[in-house]
């Protein structure tokens, strides 16, 4: 069984800065892409940062030069440093992975529970 556990949200000022850490555990065979994903009530979620298992990364117009999001394949966990936060920003933050497990050795994506968090104005 394979879970993703994020942890790092929380309540912070506009401009202040927040971390977000997600671990991967379980039967993990193999690992790829990771990802942040975020979701405003109402609204669909969107895809925040993602990074490839060689470290290639992307991200939304809306967090470029102020998200970065980097990864530790050794400890199978996906980080997003989130600075000059944005009262915009304020949402659920669902970890994303594309694991495969010793069940079947087969890629599926998983995703986290999700952390909140609040960017206060």
Known sequence: QVQLVESGGGL????GSLGLS???SGSIFS??????YRQIPGKQRELVAAITYGGT?????SVKERFTISRDNAKKTVY????NLKSEDTAV????AEIASYDDYTYKH????GTLVTVSS
Request: glycine share 6%.
């Open 110 to 113: 998983y995703w986290g529970k």
């Open 80 to 83: 997003l440093q989130m600075n």
């Open 22 to 24: 997600c671990a991967a």
């Open 57 to 61: 990364t992307n991200y939304t117009d």
């Open 31 to 36: 690992m790829n892409d990771m990802a942040w």
């Open 12 to 15: 912070v000022q506009a401009g």
């Open 93 to 96: 933050y669902y970890c994303a």
